[in-house]
C-alpha cells in the first residue's frame, strides 16, 4: 500500500508565499514523475507542476515564473514553493506520484488527500 501525505496549505495574503510538501511512503520501489495538481470549485484538476525522474519539470503558464517544484529522492518527498501568490491560486492542491511498487513493474498513479490553499486579503 501507498500513501502520500500533504502539508503545508493554508491562508495568505496576496502576493505572499507558501511551500507545500507531499511525501510517499509505503511498498515502493521507485518513483518516476512526482507532480502538483489543483482545483478550484467548478473547475476541473489541472496540472501545476511535474518533476521527473532527474530535475526535469515542467509548469502550467499560469504558475511559470512564479512557482518552483523540487523533489528529494532520499525522503520520497515533492515541494512546491510558491511565490506572488494571487487570488486565482485559491485551490485544493493534490500531490500526485507515478509510483512502481514491489509487485512491479507498472508504474501506477497515486493521490494526495489534497490542501487547501487561499489567496485573500
Known amino acids: 500500500q501507498v500513501q502520500l501525505v500533504e502539508s503545508g496549505g493554508g491562508l495568505v495574503q496576496p502576493g505572499g508565499s507558501l511551500r507545500l510538501s507531499c511525501e510517499a511512503s509505503?511498498?515502493?520501489?521507485?518513483?518516476?514523475?512526482m507532480g502538483w495538481y489543483r482545483q478550484a470549485p467548478g473547475n476541473q484538476r489541472e496540472l501545476v507542476a511535474r518533476?521527473?525522474?532527474?530535475?526535469?519539470?515542467n509548469y502550467s503558464r499560469s504558475v511559470k515564473e512564479r512557482f518552483t517544484i523540487s523533489r528529494d529522492n532520499t525522503k520520497n518527498t515533492v515541494y512546491l514553493q510558491m511565490n506572488s501568490l494571487k487570488p486565482e491560486d485559491t485551490a485544493v492542491y493534490y500531490c500526485?506520484?507515478?509510483?512502481?511498487?514491489?509487485?512491479?513493474?507498472?508504474?501506477?498513479?497515486?493521490w494526495g488527500q489534497g490542501t487547501q490553499v487561499t489567496v485573500s486579503s
Open positions: 500526485n506520484a507515478k509510483i512502481v511498487t514491489s509487485q512491479g513493474p507498472r508504474a501506477y498513479d497515486y
Open positions: 509505503g511498498n515502493i520501489f521507485s518513483i518516476d514523475a
Open positions: 518533476i521527473f525522474g532527474g530535475s526535469t519539470t
